[in-house]
C-alpha cells in the first residue's frame, strides 16, 4: 500500500521487519536526510504507527546491507564507512 510514493518495510519486504530492523532502517534513513512518512496500522497482529520509505531507498538500503553482510575469512574483512 503505497501513500505518496512511499511504503512501508512490510509492503517492501513482503513480512514484518521487527523492531531491530526497523530501527536500523530509520537510523541509516535519519542519517541520509531521507524522507521519511508515517502509517497507522490497526489489525489484529500490529495496533500503532509504521514509518514509510521511498521504495528506492529501501532498494539502495538493502543491496547494502546484503554486501557488507557478506562473510569474509579472517584477516580478509574490508573496512567498510556507512
Known amino acids: 500500500m503505497e501513500e505518496a510514493g512511499l511504503i512501508s518495510l ?9 523492531t531491530q530492523l526497523g530501527k536500523e532502517v530509520a537510523t541509516a ?14 489489525n489484529t497482529r500490529y495496533k500503532g ?15 547494502a546491507k546484503q554486501k557488507i553482510d557478506v562473510k569474509y575469512p579472517l ?8
Do not use: M, Q, S, W
Open 49 to 63: 504507527e509504521v514509518l514509510l520509505y521511498r521504495r528506492e531507498f529501501l532498494t539502495e538500503y538493502f543491496t
Open 75 to 82: 584477516g580478509d574483512h574490508p573496512d567498510y564507512i556507512l
Open 29 to 42: 534513513a535519519t542519517r541520509v536526510k531521507e524522507t521519511i512518512g508515517k502509517r497507522t496500522v490497526n
Open 10 to 18: 512490510y509492503d517492501y519486504l513482503g513480512y514484518a521487519a521487527g
